[in-house]
């Protein structure tokens, strides 16, 4: 489950807000902190922590619970006199959010709900590199259209759709490259166009987005363990290898939104020959079908959702190809790791996609590389993790991001239901 975080919105001059501003400003400020709570709060609770009266709390959280994005939970034992409050929680009905990803070797959905549950995800393996643009999007579709038929068998609606990508997205859903997959200039959304929509319009919620995959895990990282650092590096390793960053709690994006392709930087800068043109990228040495070649598996023959789970069962019995093979990708890879490091000054690396599961045997070469090349390294250890969401990361983020955007601006969901 992932936890929204609190709205931070500036206060309302008297006399300067009109009343439709203000109740759109109550009703983001009470969802807001339902979200964020760490316990169910009462109405009460609701109160005293936004200053807002009880009166003026009531009336949101009625009109919240009417348009089915809050509910009442049953009140906690309590001793002393006096009927116990009922907690509030985010509704597990009402919208959803609809992810979708296409990567090198997979499709993906995922339906998420407003409390953050998992209600539907699917992944479909083939390779996708010798697929047009078009005939792929027409693939992801007809797995978009089950989860959406499973979203309404379980009485949800779906409020918007989340792509993710593995490459350089631009403005208005312009896949500007994705090397791995021999994307250049594929406009997403003229592809889908005509296709019947994916999610019900609502005002205020993108009908599709699409975004970089690696933002999206990144992204999908951060709210899923609330309690975890609000800065890291997030590295999603599969066939190719994609990187999020979050500084304080926020993705960082960069001046044109694709910051974070750690694995096209060069390793060994006259290695091999990348798909990007440049030679000795990271995803030459560490990602998914590099690791498998120097393990001595053959591609091919090896279904792509075992891959990981075979290389880790060797590694656990020991067998010298594959240990060899994951000591010089997690070398490569802390290479890399600690350049990024150095230069944005995080503590904290969270490996995702397949290299979750291999963390154990990734782990020791990344840190050695990592304390032998971070200045800092010496009195400010850095901590090197498997996420916690594993290679469902980017699907989960991109279904989630479509619930927060509704719990940050709930306005336009509560229009649609009037």
């Not at 797995?143 to 490459?167: I, K, S, T, Y």
């Not at 990144?218 to 609000?230: F, I, N, Q, R």
């Not at 904290?348 to 971070?374: D, Q």
Request: proline content about 8%.
């Amino acid at each position: 489950m992932w936890h929204c975080q609190g709205v931070t919105r500036p206060a309302p001059v008297p006399g300067a807000v009109r009343q439709g501003s203000l109740r759109e400003l109550n009703l983001a400020v009470v969802l807001g902190r339902i979200a964020a709570a760490p316990r169910p709060p009462s109405r009460a609770d609701v109160a005293a922590s936004t200053g807002l009266t009880r009166a003026t709390v009531s009336a949101v959280v009625d009109d919240l619970i009417a348009g089915r994005l809050v509910a009442e939970s049953d009140p906690a034992p309590r001793n002393g006199a006096g009927r116990p409050a009922r907690g509030l929680v985010l509704a597990g009905s009402g919208p959803a959010g609809l992810g979708l990803e296409i990567n090198v070797d997979y499709l993906a959905a995922c339906v998420v709900d407003l409390a953050g549950e998992v209600r539907h995800h699917t992944v479909r393996r083939a390779d996708l590199r010798p697929v047009s643009p078009a005939d792929a999007l027409a693939r992801l579709v007809a797995l978009a259209a089950e989860a959406r038929a499973d979203a309404e068998r379980q009485g949800l609606d779906l409020a918007g759709v989340a792509l993710a990508v593995p490459g350089l997205v631009g403005d208005a859903g312009l896949v500007r490259l994705a090397p791995n997959l021999g994307w250049r200039d594929v406009a997403v959304p003229e592809l889908l166009a005509g296709h019947p929509p994916l999610a019900g319009p609502v005002p205020g919620v993108p009908p599709l987005v699409v975004d970089n995959e690696a933002n999206l895990a990144a992204v999908g990282e951060l709210h899923a363990d609330p309690t975890g650092p609000a800065s890291f590096l997030h590295v999603s390793g599969e066939v190719g290898i994609g990187a999020g960053i979050v500084l304080d709690g926020a993705l960082f994006r960069g001046v044109r939104g694709w910051s974070g392709e750690i694995g096209h930087i060069p390793v060994q800068p006259q290695g091999r020959p990348c798909r990007c043109g440049g030679r000795g990228c990271l995803e030459q040495y560490a990602g998914q079908e590099a690791v498998l070649a120097a393990a001595g598996l053959d591609r091919a023959d090896l279904p792509a959702d075992t891959a990981a789970a075979r290389l880790a069962d060797l590694a656990a019995a020991g067998h010298p190809a594959a240990l060899a093979a994951l000591a010089e990708a997690g070398q490569a890879l802390g290479v890399a790791v600690a350049g990024v490091v150095n230069l944005l000054d995080l503590d904290t690396v969270v490996l995702g996609g397949g290299y979750a599961l291999l963390t154990p045997w990734l782990r020791p070469a990344v840190l050695a590389e990592v304390s032998r090349r971070v200045l800092t390294a010496g009195w400010a250890p850095v901590t090197v993790r498997p996420s916690t969401l594993g290679p469902e990361a980017a699907v989960v983020g991109a279904a989630g991001s479509v619930v927060r955007r509704i719990v940050a601006e709930p306005v336009g969901w509560l229009t649609r239901q009037s």
